[in-house]
């Protein structure tokens, strides 16, 4: 059981951890221990999270996010096997808290009378400048 906040825990079933070899340093034991980890989390099936937190997870995981509903995270970034799971696990916590938290209603709003003055003011100046800038006439 993972425990992402007090009200909200993730049984075993729904994630799965895969251990691989990783790559970058290492040294000779690059090339035998497993220590990368890919972290499954079945989040589409997950009787866990309700149905906007569902949606919300989905659009914070991106390209995360595979066809049969499920989040990926992959992290080889130590040499510890241990340590990554920690890392890959963190990671999923996260991304879910943020999930969790519900958008603020986006109250639109209009520009004030001084702010649209001043951008037509800037807009004149700079058009003026740009004006002065024509072909330079012949004096005799």
């Given at each position: 059981?993972?425990?992402?906040?007090?009200?909200?825990?993730?049984?075993?079933?729904?994630?799965?951890?895969?251990?691989?070899?990783?790559?970058?340093?290492?040294?000779?034991?690059?090339?035998?221990?497993?220590?990368?980890?890919?972290?499954?989390?079945?989040?589409?099936?997950?009787?866990?999270?309700?149905?906007p937190v569902k949606a919300?997870?989905?659009?914070?995981?991106?390209?995360?996010?595979?066809?049969?509903?499920?989040?990926?995270?992959?992290v080889e970034e130590t040499?510890?096997?241990?340590?990554?799971?920690?890392?890959?696990?963190?990671?999923?916590?996260?991304?879910?808290?943020?999930?969790?938290?519900?958008?603020?209603?986006?109250?639109?709003?209009?520009?004030?009378?001084?702010?649209?003055?001043?951008?037509?003011?800037?807009?004149?100046?700079?058009?003026?400048?740009?004006?002065?800038?024509?072909?330079?006439?012949?004096?005799?």
């Amino acid at each position: 059981m993972m425990r992402i906040t007090d009200t909200l825990a993730l049984e075993d079933w729904e994630i799965t951890e895969v251990f691989s070899r990783s790559s970058g340093p290492g040294g000779q034991n690059v090339n035998k221990v497993s220590t990368a980890v890919d972290l499954r989390f079945e989040a589409e099936r997950s009787p866990s999270l309700p149905g906007p937190v569902k949606a919300r997870l989905k659009r914070l995981a991106g390209r995360r996010w595979t066809q049969e509903g499920a989040v990926l995270i992959r992290v080889e970034e130590t040499r510890s096997q241990a340590r990554n799971r920690e890392i890959a696990r963190e990671r999923l916590a996260e991304l879910i808290r943020k999930a969790l938290e519900k958008p603020k209603r986006r109250v639109p709003t209009r520009p004030t009378l001084g702010s649209q003055r001043r951008r037509i003011a800037a807009k004149k100046e700079r058009g003026a400048v740009k004006a002065l800038r024509g072909p330079v006439g012949e004096t005799d």
